[in-house]
Each structure stands twice: as structure tokens, then as C-alpha cells.
């Protein structure tokens, strides 16, 4: 069997390309970049852009099925920045799919889809879609999202798939990018500090995606879309100061309201755009938000229908991720 993997050489696309090398399967894998160390392992690695549809098409040819897991992410940044790999990225990989024959397609979404700036408890597959959006990654993969399950049919069968938060060995984002911001001085706890979220850790992720990729020769799970996480909400700021602590760092105790968090961010972005500043702005509206309200989901119908079930408890996965970091120097 051969699979393409868009953004292989990703967080997660290189843990889904590693389980898939471990079933024996044939594995290209589509990025911006070379990956050397993929290729090392015998994954065929393909240079392009997700915005050029022939270049995702010339990927897809001969293979049996197709992870789209590359995308923009982040929370700053113009609207044909996100819109370009993210939206036409995703038509192009549907329409490459269609022309080619591929028969399953995995995508990788968000929660961020229903960002609604209310706080989430249990949120189930019943939420509709957000409005009102904060930044153009959560609106452009909610069209992506819902461009892409629209597509499902008998002869290309769909199915999207939303972690939260993913951590875990290698993660070059999420907690990096908390260390950094610690370590400058410039995180506080927004809010009480006692919002619950969900997280997931990459090697579940990377399960999950496997485990929709078999359920889709049934059709059980076609043209649906499923959270994916650890199953247990952690109270967010008591588990980055584990994390914190854990690596040696002071924990946070400073506490700044929503409100206020949420008026600085607009004013952090307004300056941004004004004065044309690289880099994102210290805090965002959406930032502030994500920072200070529960977000956490109905994991039952990944349960049933992917049999999906988390390999590692958190106190594993925490353990394993604080080792990694602390090996990389955080």
C-alpha cells in the first residue's frame, strides 16, 4: 500500500509517516522543504506547494491514500497566508484525490473550527461551525474543513480529524513557545487561572490517524469530523507550571484579566498592522481568549466509531515530553 502524507516532515505528519513505515506501507511525504531524514528511512520525499495543483497532483499519482496534515498555523499573519496553503491547499489535495483515484483521505483539522469565544465544555460534534472569527487560521481551516467533508462520497471516502493542543517529544511550538515567553517575562495567567482544556499528545494523534484511515474502509466514519485528545481536561495553567517546574523554571503566579488581556491584544494587533512588524504580536485577542476559557470535548464518538483510545496516560505523556524538552535545553 502507498500513502502520501502532506507535511510529512511536520510535528505530526513525521509521527504519521513513522507509524505508517512501521505497518510496511510506502510512504511519500509532500512538503515546502527537504527531508533528509525521512528520505534516510526510505520515505520518498516531494518538494512543493500546496497552492500549485499540479505539483499536489503529480504527488498523488499512484498512491492509495492521502494524510493532508500540512497546513499554516499560528495566529498571525496576512489572509492570503493562511488562505493560499490552507484553503486552496485543501481543494487542490481533494481535487488532486478525485483525478487520481485515491480512495481515502485523512485530514487534519482543528477545534479552533468552532471558536465561538465562549467557553467549550464537553463540546460535541453537534457544534456548528464559528463566526465572529479572531484569526484567519481558525476561519480558514473551517472552510478547509468544510470544503473537504463536503467532498466525501462512495469513490473518495473523508474524514477529519481535530486535535487540541498537541504536545509531546519533538513539539516545536506549543510549550517552546511558553518556555521562550517565560523565560522573557512576558506570560502571565490570564483569567482565575482555573479553565480546563483538552490536549493531545502527538503519538496518540498519530494513532487516531491511523485508526480513521481503517475505520474509512467501512465507510462508518466518512464525512464526519472527530475530536481528538487524552480524554482527561487538564486544568491549563497547573499543567504548564508542572511543565515549568518540572524543567526547573519558576511557576507562573501572576494573573492579568481577560478583560484587560483582551484589550491589550487589540491594541498589540492594530499596532502590528499599522506599523508593518514581523513577527507576531506578544498577545492576540484569540490568544486571550483560548488563555482564559474551558475548551475541552466530547471524546466518545472517536472512541466508538475510530476506536480510538489513548495509548499513554498524562502522567506519562507529560513525563516523556518534559524529558524531551529538558534534552533539548528548555
Same mark, same amino acid.
Given at each position: 500500500?502507498?500513502?502520501?502524507?502532506?507535511?510529512?516532515?511536520?510535528?505530526?505528519?513525521? !509521527?504519521?509517516?513513522?507509524?505508517?513505515?512501521?505497518?510496511?506501507?510506502?510512504?511519500?511525504? +509532500?512538503?515546502? !522543504?527537504?527531508?533528509?531524514?525521512?528520505?534516510?528511512?526510505? $520515505?520518498?520525499?516531494?518538494?512543493?506547494?500546496?497552492? *500549485?495543483?499540479?505539483?499536489?497532483? %503529480?504527488?498523488?499519482?499512484? $498512491?492509495?491514500?492521502?494524510?493532508?496534515?500540512?497546513?499554516?498555523?499560528?495566529?498571525?499573519? !496576512?489572509?492570503?497566508?493562511?488562505?493560499?496553503? *490552507?484553503?486552496?491547499?485543501?481543494? *487542490?489535495?481533494?481535487?488532486?484525490?478525485? &483525478?487520481?483515484?485515491?480512495?481515502? =483521505?485523512?485530514?487534519?483539522?482543528?477545534?479552533?473550527?468552532?471558536?465561538?469565544?465562549?467557553?467549550?465544555?464537553?463540546?460535541?460534534?453537534?457544534?456548528?461551525?464559528?463566526?465572529?472569527?479572531?484569526?484567519?487560521?481558525?476561519?480558514?481551516? @473551517?472552510?478547509?474543513?468544510?470544503?473537504?467533508?463536503? %467532498?466525501?462520497?462512495?469513490?473518495?471516502?473523508?474524514?477529519?480529524?481535530?486535535?487540541?493542543?498537541? +504536545?509531546?517529544?519533538?513539539?516545536?511550538? /506549543?510549550?517552546?513557545?511558553?518556555?521562550?515567553?517565560?523565560?522573557?517575562?512576558? =506570560?502571565?495567567?490570564?483569567?482565575?487561572?482555573?479553565?480546563?482544556?483538552?490536549? %493531545?499528545?502527538?503519538?496518540?494523534?498519530?494513532?487516531?490517524? /491511523? *485508526? @480513521?484511515?481503517?475505520? /474509512?474502509?467501512?465507510?462508518?466514519?466518512?464525512?464526519?469530523?472527530?475530536?481528538?485528545?487524552?480524554?482527561?481536561?487538564?486544568?491549563?495553567?497547573?499543567?504548564?507550571?508542572?511543565? #515549568?517546574?518540572?524543567?526547573?523554571?519558576?511557576? #507562573?503566579?501572576?494573573?492579568?484579566? #481577560?478583560?484587560?488581556?483582551?484589550?491589550?491584544?487589540?491594541?498589540?494587533?492594530?499596532?502590528?498592522? /499599522?506599523?508593518?512588524?514581523?513577527?507576531?504580536?506578544?498577545?492576540?485577542?484569540?490568544?486571550?481568549?483560548?488563555? %482564559?476559557?474551558?475548551?475541552?470535548?466530547?471524546?466518545?464518538?472517536?472512541?466508538?466509531?475510530?476506536?480510538?483510545?489513548?495509548?499513554?496516560?498524562?502522567?506519562? &505523556?507529560? &513525563?516523556?515530553?518534559?524529558?524531551?524538552?529538558?534534552?533539548?535545553? +528548555?
Amino acid at each position: 500500500m502507498e500513502v502520501l502524507v502532506t507535511g510529512g516532515g511536520g510535528f505530526v505528519g513525521r !509521527s504519521v509517516v513513522e507509524r505508517l513505515l512501521a505497518r510496511g506501507y510506502t510512504v511519500r511525504s +509532500f512538503g515546502r !522543504s527537504p527531508q533528509p531524514s525521512l528520505a534516510a528511512k526510505g $520515505v520518498r520525499v516531494i518538494t512543493g506547494d500546496l497552492g *500549485n495543483a499540479a505539483e499536489v497532483r %503529480a504527488a498523488c499519482v499512484g $498512491v492509495n491514500a492521502v494524510f493532508h496534515v500540512a497546513a499554516k498555523a499560528g495566529v498571525w499573519g !496576512s489572509w492570503d497566508s493562511y488562505y493560499r496553503p *490552507n484553503v486552496l491547499g485543501s481543494r *487542490n489535495v481533494v481535487a488532486a484525490c478525485q &483525478a487520481e483515484g485515491v480512495r481515502r =483521505l485523512v485530514y487534519t483539522s482543528t477545534p479552533s473550527v468552532v471558536f465561538n469565544r465562549q467557553a467549550i465544555r464537553g463540546g460535541g460534534q453537534d457544534m456548528p461551525y464559528g463566526r465572529r472569527w479572531l484569526c484567519h487560521y481558525a476561519h480558514t481551516k @473551517a472552510i478547509a474543513e468544510q470544503e473537504i467533508l463536503a %467532498a466525501s462520497c462512495d469513490t473518495l471516502q473523508v474524514v477529519a480529524l481535530r486535535p487540541h493542543l498537541i +504536545f509531546g517529544p519533538g513539539d516545536p511550538h /506549543l510549550l517552546p513557545r511558553v518556555i521562550e515567553s517565560v523565560k522573557a517575562g512576558r =506570560l502571565r495567567i490570564v483569567g482565575d487561572g482555573s479553565n480546563r482544556v483538552d490536549v %493531545a499528545y502527538v503519538e496518540d494523534v498519530a494513532a487516531a490517524h /491511523l *485508526n @480513521a484511515l481503517d475505520v /474509512l474502509d467501512t465507510g462508518k466514519c466518512a464525512g464526519k469530523a472527530y475530536f481528538i485528545s487524552q480524554g482527561e481536561p487538564v486544568e491549563l495553567w497547573t499543567w504548564l507550571n508542572q511543565v #515549568l517546574t518540572g524543567l526547573g523554571h519558576a511557576p #507562573l503566579t501572576q494573573r492579568v484579566p #481577560l478583560r484587560l488581556a483582551y484589550a491589550a491584544g487589540a491594541v498589540a494587533e492594530t499596532l502590528w498592522r /499599522l506599523l508593518g512588524r514581523a513577527g507576531e504580536p506578544p498577545i492576540t485577542r484569540f490568544v486571550a481568549v483560548e488563555l %482564559a476559557k474551558d475548551h475541552y470535548f466530547d471524546l466518545q464518538p472517536a472512541i466508538q466509531d475510530l476506536a480510538f483510545r489513548p495509548e499513554r496516560s498524562m502522567e506519562v &505523556a507529560l &513525563a516523556e515530553t518534559i524529558k524531551d524538552l529538558a534534552e533539548r535545553g +528548555f
